[in-house]
Every structure is written in C-alpha cells, then in structure tokens.
C-alpha cells in the first residue's frame, strides 16, 4: 500500500479545496426546506462550485471501474439511502432527513465532506440518528494523531455507535484524498484497536462513518426492477445517516480541512479544537 504523504504546500491547497466544498454546504444550508428538489438543490451548488468558485464538482461524470458516470455535481441520500444517491426530481417533505455530499476540485486538489439535514421537524429518532452519527464521527476524528492506527479510529465508531442501538455500514468507508478524488489508505468505520496502518503528519484521509437505525446491511435501490447504478439503501428501509471530514495527520494531532463558517461546531467532548494544527 502506498499512502501519499502532503508537503506544506499540497497541505495548503487542500485547505482551499476543502473550506470551499465546506462553503457549498453552508450556502445549500437555506434551500434544504421543504418543496425542494434534490436536483435544484444539485443544480444550486452546481452553479456556485463552477462560476464562484471557479471549481470543478468531483462527482460528475465520476466513473470508478463497474459504476456508470455519476451524472450529477453532489451526492443526495434520504431517509433510508445510506449513500450515493442521485438528485433529480424527488422532493424534500416535512420529516425527511438527508445528506449531502460535496467534493469540489480546485487546482487539482480534492476537498471532500457531507451533512446530514433535518427537513422541517424530524422526529426525535431521526434527530437522535443525526446527533449520534456527527458524534461517531467526531470520536473517530479524535483518535487522529502521529503513532494511532487506522484500527483505532475505527473501533471507537463502532463501540460508540453500537453502543447507542445503531449499527456501522462496512462496505463503505473513508479514503485517502488529494490529488485524486479516492487514494490509499481506507479508513474502515469498525474494527479493532492497534491493528492496521499506522498515522505519519502528512497523511490526509476522509472519516464518513455510515450508521443505520436499523440493522447494518446494505442493497442496491432498485425502483420498479431498475437500478440507476449508484443508490444504496439499508435492507430493512430503516433510516440511516452519514457526516463527513477530510482530516490531516499533524505533527501533535489532527487538523479539519473541510472547515468554514457554517460548520456545525464540535460536540462538548472534544477536546482539541476543529482547526488546530
């Protein structure tokens, strides 16, 4: 396994790539109402990556091997789809929870996070999802420093998550990121404390723990027999709920690099501060 290490100067323009993708999400923030369509919303922070930012949306026409070309500019997964799922002409109703995921390109350096929203009043189950997934993740970001293991960041997910009666998804994971969308190493959501990679500064990945209401296993979104390639719900059709970071190995700690001024702030337990390097 080769994981890429960031000089100073590649570190700097992640910061660029990933407050900008952090923006997107803060000026969606308003337009996540009900009445919406998942692609006005698409349509909205196309149009913001390419004429404001002078970005490029990462997604579109994305085409991993076995995947068709992603044919929208953001990631938006409601209720029971757990990622991956495709704007187009569904609307957003009272109650809905979703996430929306954002990877913008600036100078060929990768930013990539997600939001979990809360259309209108949710339930105190889905606001109670939301919270303990943003709260999952943040433990993981937490294990992040020089000498912890990939396997630490995953077990705490796990343990805390499993913990509070939800489950961990496994066939999705964090990933490497920088100058491609998707590099080594992957950052499992489960796992075992002390076990796999071992963290250097330098090293940038993204933490996205995918966490169901339900019980944990996964399907193709299949409408009608038909399957757009990319949806992916839970099996049993409970609620599932994802946030994301694109985080840096420091010297001492850990640094957020998809941080901007619509961040929501860290939960009370975190000790080291979001930005700090």
């Not at 660029?16 to 923006?23: D, F, H, N, T, Y």
């Not at 569904?90 to 990877?103: A, C, S, Y």
């Not at 299949?222 to 719900?233: A, E, F």
């Not at 010297?251 to 080291?272: D, H, M, N, R």
Request: charged letters at 20%; aromatic letters at 6%.
């Amino acid at each position: 396994m080769t994981i890429s290490i960031k000089s100073a100067a590649d570190i700097e323009g992640m910061r660029i790539a990933g407050r900008l993708a952090s923006e997107v999400l803060d000026m969606l923030t308003p337009h996540v109402r009900p009445g919406i369509t998942t692609g006005e919303l698409d349509k909205l922070a196309h149009d913001h990556i390419v004429h404001e930012q002078q970005a490029i949306p990462a997604p579109l026409n994305y085409q991993p091997s076995g995947y068709p070309p992603y044919p929208k500019s953001v990631c938006t997964s409601i209720n029971e789809q757990v990622c991956h799922g495709v704007p187009g002409e569904r609307v957003l109703k009272t109650g809905d929870i979703v996430n929306i995921d954002v990877t913008v390109i600036k100078d060929g350096w990768h930013g990539d996070t997600s939001r979990m929203f809360i259309v209108g009043d949710g339930t105190i189950a889905a606001r109670r999802l939301c919270t303990i997934t943003y709260e999952a993740m943040w433990k993981g970001i937490e294990k992040v420093r020089p000498g912890a293991r990939l396997g630490d960041i995953g077990h705490v997910i796990q343990v805390f998550a499993e913990g509070q009666g939800f489950s961990v998804v496994r066939e999705f994971c964090g990933h490497g990121i920088g100058k491609k969308f998707h590099e080594e190493p992957q950052v499992l959501h489960y796992g075992r404390p002390g076990t796999l990679e071992e963290l250097v500064p330098g090293m940038v990945f993204t933490i996205e723990p995918m966490i169901n209401a339900g019980r944990r296993e996964i399907k193709e979104d299949r409408k009608g027999g038909r399957y757009d390639g990319w949806t992916i719900v839970t099996k049993d059709r409970s609620l599932s709920a994802q946030w994301e970071h694109t985080v840096l190995v420091t010297e001492t700690g850990y640094e957020i690099l998809t941080l901007s001024a619509g961040s929501p702030p860290p939960p009370a337990f975190v000790k080291q501060p979001a930005a700090a390097a």
